[in-house]
């Protein structure tokens, strides 16, 4: 069986998403994107959509922390409450995208695996289930060995 996606520690994994701010958690995805693309599976990721999805969590990290900087030396300027209204509003459209992102991987893994992932630890795990899962997954003998 041909193993495109690597294992991975989850403790690393959740490490890289604190000392990022969040940002390795679309970058993992993009990653593993050709290798997720690889399995045998009927779903297929979209390199645009993960690569704007990275962009936009990118661009709202580095705009979180020049707020954050600038409130510091002026506070209550409205400029940057405006700006930061926006960075929640991008904030959001990424984060429920990167979240229907996970469920296709969900489903590639399930097809590629012949096994059954849990939704309710897709939605509330994120990539730390699905990397647990895959790093479960290849661990298992294979067939016919």
Do not use: H
């Not at 009927?42 to 990290?61: H, Q, S």
């Not at 707020?67 to 405006?82: R, S």
């Not at 012949?114 to 630890?121: D, I, Q, W």
């Amino acid at each position: 069986m041909n193993k495109p996606v690597d294992k991975k520690s989850v403790w690393l994994v959740i490490l890289l998403s604190i000392v990022t701010l969040g940002t390795y958690i679309p970058y993992w995805l993009y990653q593993r994107l050709d290798a997720f693309n690889q399995l045998k599976s009927r779903e297929k990721l979209d390199k645009t959509i993960v690569t704007a999805v990275l962009a936009m969590y990118c661009f709202t990290t580095v705009l979180y922390i020049c707020t954050i900087v600038y409130e510091l030396f002026y506070p209550g300027n409205l400029v940057f409450e405006k700006i930061d209204q926006v960075g929640r509003v991008i904030d959001f459209v990424s984060s429920i995208t990167m979240l229907y992102l996970t469920f296709i991987v969900r489903k590639i893994i399930e097809d590629n695996f012949k096994t059954k992932l849990s939704g309710v630890a897709t939605f509330f795990f994120s990539i730390y289930y699905l990397q647990f899962r895959i790093n479960k997954e290849l661990s298992k003998p294979e067939q016919g060995e």
